[in-house]
């Protein structure tokens, strides 16, 4: 993604403020602005990208890049010239998404899907090459798998994996997979990257993707993106269940609640502070209903 003109110049004017101004123009803001422009994008960055993108003097960029990288909020690939996100970067990423103020909203329309459909149900990040659990409610039926919030799943053999993948640019999964073996966790499991593209090929043109028994034996599940205004989504919401009641087959009669429960979920992130503090409870009991 790249960054717009607009973006540029706010960075531009704020890395070039001498001092801080009451409206939050500080050092610390202008390297979170900086943040904010690395993260935006869907590739690596390096100092001298970026000096041409912003009109930036290069010593300001170095400086502050350098500032980054020992906070471990960036870190530098194996070329040395190239820059990406850091372990604590992706680490506050991850908790903001489990801990977020959202949290009991979604976690009603989650209660309310697995009451309409009676199995267990979950809603997933991408986290690297996996998938974390940010949100689970269980079945009642005595016989199921037991996954708890913050549990880490492959993405190239779950079913929400499988979804945030297939947002991917082709270079994107080929640098995110390609330098470690995709691990065969059962008979079932897609372990090559040719076959892999070919599923996610079918996931993007059928928007919901199947896990049959590729990451535990026994084990569907169906996973739906949830829809995002900026366009591309780090959310899914995605139901499992022993294959004895939940065949593929099956699997794809839970779409039409699933992709209630998404649009739900996706209505409570987007809305407003204001909208939140003028009544939660009414606009969540809301979006549960609709799920």
């Known amino acids: 993604m790249e960054m717009t003109k607009i973006g540029a110049m706010e960075i531009v004017k704020s890395l070039k403020s001498e001092s801080a101004e009451p409206n939050g123009d500080t050092p610390a803001l202008r390297l979170f602005a900086l943040l904010e422009v690395i993260a935006a994008k869907d590739q690596h960055v390096s100092l001298q990208g970026l000096v041409e993108e912003t009109g930036l003097p290069k010593p300001t960029l170095h400086r502050m890049l350098q500032q980054l990288e020992t906070a471990g909020l960036l870190q530098r690939e194996v070329d040395g010239r190239h820059y990406s996100s850091g372990v604590r970067l992706r680490r506050l990423a991850e908790n903001l998404l489990l801990n977020n103020t959202h949290h009991g909203a979604r976690h009603r329309v989650l209660r309310h899907l697995v009451e309409e459909i009676g199995e267990s149900c979950n809603i997933t990040a991408l986290s690297g090459s996996e998938v974390v659990y940010l949100d689970r409610v269980e079945t009642a039926a005595p ?117 209630r429960a998404a649009q739900a979920l996706s209505s409570i992130d987007a809305q407003s502070p204001l909208q939140d503090s003028d009544g939660p409870d009414d606009a969540t009991a809301s979006a549960g209903a609709s799920a």
């Open 143 to 259: 016989l199921r798998f037991y996954l708890h919030p913050g549990s880490r799943v492959p993405a190239h053999c779950s079913a929400s994996g499988k979804i945030f993948l297939a947002q991917m640019s082709p270079v994107q999964r080929r640098r995110l997979l390609a330098h470690a073996p995709l691990s065969n966790y059962t008979a079932k499991t897609i372990t090559d990257l040719d076959k892999l593209e070919l599923e996610l090929k079918r996931v993007r043109r059928d928007g919901f993707a199947i896990d049959d028994e590729e990451f535990l034996p026994g084990l569907v599940c169906v996973a739906v993106l949830v829809p995002a205004s900026s366009g591309r989504s780090n959310l899914c919401v995605a139901a499992q269940a022993p294959i004895m009641r939940l065949t593929p087959d099956k699997a794809l009669q839970l779409l039409p609640a699933l992709q």
